[in-house]
């Protein structure tokens, strides 16, 4: 039975779990990861910079493992996180975002999972197979509906631009691409191109959605709300 995500965050404080072995953090992390033959899935909530933010992914990437990320989506629009990810993406790490990630894990090859220990400066290695499944299922549930963020098209800061901000406020009062690419002075191929560029920083599937969760970061003119 695939296990919910509310489950996942309650494997790794129990006591009396499973064969696992506390360690110090940083470089724990990083030397468990250099092991990896196939695969390294992370899944985090960036709540553990440990966890969230090693340095071995041009390592690992260099001999051909798989390497993929699910995070939440504020590292769209948030300018540190942007550029960070943006550089993962494009070193090769599959990256896809969702509104809330529900737990913060690495799973290697399949066979061991890191969870952040409770105490305050450890991670714990789990290697019991249930666990390990348990976590990878659930990532792989998550896979398909979260949005893929290439970070191609993010500028330096990740900050809207006027051009950005107008076109969204056109397009959420109803505008076409047409009415926009004039009120702008461009044209309809350029809207285009921003708009998917738009939908992309937010991690969007429609317009309707980009519009959404342009509202919750504040990002339309006071008249398109």
């Known amino acids: 039975m695939m296990s919910s995500p509310q489950e996942i965050p309650r494997l790794a404080p129990v006591h ?5 072995v506390l360690l110090s953090r940083h ?13 390294v899935l992370v899944v985090s909530m960036l709540a553990d910079p440990v966890m969230a933010a090693h340095r071995t992914e041009q390592v690992i990437l260099g001999r051909g493992i798989r390497y993929r990320m699910l995070v939440p989506d504020h590292v ?20 896809r975002t969702m509104p809330a990630v529900p737990v913060e894990a690495l799973v290697v090859d399949g066979t061991l999972a890191m969870l952040p220990d409770e105490g305050a400066h450890d991670v714990a290695v789990v290697r019991l197979p249930s666990v390990v499944s348990a976590i990878t299922e659930l990532v792989e549930r998550l896979w398909p509906v979260a949005v893929p963020f290439t970070g191609s098209d993010l500028p330096e800061a ?10 969204l406020t056109l397009l959420c009062a109803g ?9 702008l002075g461009v044209s309809v191929r350029t809207v285009r191109r921003m708009v998917s560029s738009l939908m992309n920083r937010l991690g969007a599937r429609s ?15 006071e008249e398109a709300r």
């Open 175 to 183: 505008r076409t691409d047409e009415s926009a690419a004039a009120a």
């Open 76 to 95: 769209r629009t948030t300018a540190g996180p942007a550029r960070r990810f943006g550089r993962l993406a494009r070193q090769g790490v599959l990256i």
């Open 16 to 20: 009396g779990d499973p064969p696992r």
């Open 27 to 39: 470089a724990k992390v990083a030397g468990t990861l250099v092991t990896a033959q196939r695969e």
């Open 207 to 221: 317009r309707f959605q980009a519009g959404v969760k342009a509202a919750d970061r504040g990002w339309l003119a």
């Open 158 to 167: 990740a900050e809207l631009s006027e051009r950005d901000r107008e076109l």
